[in-house]
């Protein structure tokens, strides 16, 4: 069956470090996009991409990058964690105009 | 831009009671409205989603919600709440034709009292 997955599930690490998530999916969808939720906020749009070598940047977009080389991986980059960068991380697909696919997540955590 | 808005962070209901869900959408008509489900320390699941196709949506679990456009609504109802309700449930509207993105609500977290 197709699907989304990302890793790692849990991740922990130092104010300034780099850190990057993957985001990997099998539908062969165009469409991925990266979200953190946060008690109060939802869901909100960090950087989204319509295809191969398109990115774009959403309404939390500061302090991350996305890269896209491929159609099944959009991976985030957080080029210098921040404390205020604790989050869960979303990513999702979709074919177009319609639902996202939901991955299970990532909990990153930055001391 | 598209947004949503949910009224209502905490709902507690009964086991068996009727569970209501409110979501208003800003005042232009929206391609696409979805209401995703959350369990805890998982990933979002779609329960139901308005294509305008027909008014009233009927998605799993025995949820569904009514598009009303003069009263820019789009509230979840599910006529007896289980247990396995438990969770956190987000309104989200899509963009224009040509605009892929979703606008989430802040979430209403539900709870089930036995």
């Known amino acids: 069956d197709a699907e989304i997955t990302q890793s790692p599930r849990h991740k922990i690490t130092e104010t300034g470090r780099q850190v990057t998530l993957a985001c990997h999916q099998t539908w062969n969808h165009n469409n991925m996009f990266w979200y953190r939720q946060d008690l109060g906020h939802g869901l909100r749009l960090i950087h989204y991409?319509?295809?191969?070598?398109?990115?774009n940047k959403g309404e939390v977009s500061d302090g991350y990058s996305v890269s896209r080389s491929n159609t099944e991986d959009l991976p985030l980059t957080l080029e210098s964690a921040a404390s205020s960068q604790t989050s869960v991380y979303f990513c999702a697909s979709s074919p177009g105009l319609g639902t996202q696919y939901f991955g299970p997540g990532t909990r990153l955590t930055v001391l | 831009a598209q947004s949503v808005t949910q009224l209502g962070s905490h709902v507690s209901v009964s086991e068996g009671a009727l569970v209501l869900l409110r979501c208003n959408y800003s005042?232009?008509?929206?391609?696409?409205l979805f209401w995703y489900v959350q369990y805890p320390n998982q990933g979002l699941q779609l329960l139901l989603k308005?294509?305008?196709?027909?008014?009233l949506v009927k998605g799993i679990n025995g949820f569904e919600a009514e598009f009303k456009k003069s009263e820019t609504s789009f509230h979840l109802t599910k006529p007896s709440a289980h247990m396995s309700d438990a969770a956190e449930y987000f309104c989200a509207v899509s963009g224009t034709m040509n605009d892929y993105k979703l606008s989430f609500g802040a979430g209403t977290t539900v709870t089930v009292r036995a």
């Open positions: 308005y294509t305008s196709a027909a008014t």
């Open positions: 005042s232009s008509v929206p391609p696409y």
């Open positions: 991409s319509y295809g191969v070598h398109d990115t």
